[in-house]
Nanobody, 117 residues
Framework: QVQLVESGGGLVQAGGSLRLSCAAS????????MAWYRQAPGKQRELVAV???????NYPDSVKGRFTISRDNAKNTVYLQIHSLKPEDTAVYYC???????????WGQGTQVTVSS
């Protein structure tokens, strides 16, 4: 019954911004670390941001300074704010709820982000 629904993707020009949203249900949201991944054609899925239940965040160097993950526990929603988009950011972006204990993680369906030059 876990469901993660991403939204906010689209076509943007290089240098633009987007805010992706992920609405979660079926989990005790406030207890889960949440993450955003992306997968470009021909490439492996990669982690771009993670936020712990405490609110602490981590980013790979490739997106640090441009991507910001946040969460609103009252809305059971995780956000990914992206600035200064580059064509290399073009990918399907997936929301992920990190598993707790013996519970495995869950994926959203993904939202397409396309950055034109």
């Amino acid at each position: 019954q876990v469901q993660l629904v991403e939204s906010g993707g689209g076509l943007v020009q290089a240098g633009g911004s987007l805010r992706l949203s992920c609405a979660a249900s079926g989990i005790i949201f406030s207890r889960n670390a949440m993450a955003w991944y992306r997968q470009a054609p021909g490439k492996q899925r990669e982690l771009v941001a993670v936020i712990a239940s405490t609110g602490s965040t981590n980013y790979p160097d490739s997106v640090k300074g441009r991507f910001t993950i946040s969460r609103d526990n009252a809305k059971n929603t995780v956000y990914l704010q992206i600035h200064s988009l580059k064509p290399e950011d073009t990918a399907v972006y997936y929301c992920y709820a990190v598993g707790r204990g013996t519970t495995i993680g869950s994926w959203g369906q993904g939202t397409q982000v396309t950055v034109s030059s």
